[in-house]
């Protein structure tokens, strides 16, 4: 499997509980993808991740980074009002 993911936003905080839940709700929005943060060391990152088979093609896995990137981008957007990843 090939893990395929796009970062929407980072603290160095946990996130907070409303902006936590949010994220939860948001997957059921994805078919195969998922939020989650992920720990750092010194920041929390909130990544959308979706698993593409490792055979799978050209086509189909430039179509899952093309997903993800476009998904946490909108939320990314939503969330920061701008593009910092």
Do not use: H
């Given at each position: ?56 093609g ?7 980074i ?6 946490a ?13």
């Amino acid at each position: 499997m090939r893990r395929v993911f796009s970062a929407a936003f980072a603290s160095e905080d946990p996130l907070p509980g409303v902006l936590a839940n949010r994220l939860l709700l948001d997957n059921s929005l994805y078919r195969v993808a998922a939020w989650q943060v992920v720990n750092t060391g010194d920041t929390y990152v909130a990544l959308l991740s979706a698993f593409v088979p490792a055979d799978a093609g050209s086509k189909e896995l430039l179509g899952a980074i093309g997903d993800v990137a476009r998904a946490a981008n909108r939320v990314e957007e939503d969330l920061t009002g701008g593009d910092c990843f």
